[in-house]
């Protein structure tokens, strides 16, 4: 049998940690802040007051890819409701600049996208996701409060299915 690896965590969506309850957002996520691959800063406080859906993910990360359509979709989605009613879309590319610049290129999305490089896997962490795998999603809601984490990769239908279950509530 194979050692598990820290290349195998993140690669197995199946050991990428348990779930904690909701709660407070731990304040490095709303003062984090990191380059965009324009260069530009990308603060998520000033996604602040809505509600916000974070995703961690990786140019080598094989679920990580399949799923951004369903990210770039559910954003495309989003922005087209009225006013601040849309959900704001964020991803988190755990990797180094130029391959994250160089697969945009190739494959650009509708949402921002910040360069959290190895800080991205200790945000994770404190986000609930102990083991750092890949990708992983969290949805904050207009308190910033964590009101939903998921390892492993996460289809547009239940991103829908999340938006109308806890916009309801």
């Not at 800063?41 to 140019?59: C, E, H, P, Y």
């Not at 991803?91 to 290129?105: E, I, N, Q, S």
């Not at 890949?134 to 239908?157: C, Q, S, Y």
């Amino acid at each position: 049998m194979k050692p598990i690896t820290r290349r195998t965590m993140l690669l197995s969506p199946c050991l990428a940690g348990a779930w904690a309850p909701p709660a407070a957002a731990d304040p490095a996520l709303w003062s984090a802040e990191f380059q965009q691959p324009s260069g530009q800063a990308l603060k998520l406080a000033s996604f602040r007051g809505r509600w916000l859906v974070l995703n961690f993910w990786a140019t080598w990360c094989a679920p990580c890819i399949k799923e951004l359509p369903d990210f770039d979709q559910f954003h495309r989605d989003e922005q087209a409701r009225p006013g601040r009613e849309g959900w704001q879309v964020v991803g988190l590319a755990v990797d180094g600049p130029t391959p994250v610049r160089d697969f945009l290129k190739r494959r650009p999305v509708s949402f921002p996208i910040g360069l959290a490089g190895m800080n991205g896997t200790d945000l994770m962490k404190k986000l609930g996701n102990s083991r750092g795998g890949l990708p992983f999603t969290v949805i904050a809601n207009l308190k910033g409060e964590i009101v939903w984490r998921r390892p492993g990769e996460t289809p547009l239908a239940l991103l829908r299915e999340q938006r109308q279950k806890l916009a309801a509530s």
